[in-house]
């Protein structure tokens, strides 16, 4: 049985139009169903972060569609299955109760890191970041300062879950041109949820 040229040209141009759909059909679902951890990088290699893409996140919001789920690794392999695994990305936090508590990273997407992509808040404009994505319930029940790291670590309550966020402080230079923190200057956000 002999195949024509333009039987075999359709077979492949049918193989190859598939593959593409089914790359975008799992593109479309890391992006709608993981927007809340999915870091928007300008370069993966180089691990520059969009501000922009968060900074738009942050505006959108719908607060009640946020799932608080801990970041997932995920990879994506050559037939375009995804496959994914909870994330290493573990904080390991001393409390004022005296317990050992694991918390794990959520809202990556909403992440400011403040050595890859520093941003520029004050203290309260940080702070209404942070309200617009923690549910509505949550209610503050201790602050520590780590001078080491000159980072604040906010630990909330609330119906979903217990929280810890970090905010970064940022540096100025003094009268004498020495570098020193300002406390009032926010140049990193990140989240965290508490693992039971």
Partial sequence: MKISKIAIMAICLVSILNMGCSNKE???KLSIKNIENDIPYIDMYSGEIDNNIINERYENVKKEELSYDIAYDYEVEDDGKINTGESDRITEVYLATGYDTNYRSILEGFTYYS?????????????????????????????????????????????????MVGLCYGYEFNDENVEVVNKTKIVGIDYSKEKK
């Fill in 26 to 28: 799992n593109d479309d």
């Fill in 115 to 163: 050595e890859q992509n520093p941003v520029n808040l004050t203290y309260d404009e940080a702070i209404e970041l942070v309200k617009k994505v923690l549910p509505d319930d949550i209610k503050q029940v201790d602050l520590r300062v780590d001078e080491e790291l000159n980072k604040e670590y906010i630990y909330y309550e609330s119906s979903k879950g217990n929280f």
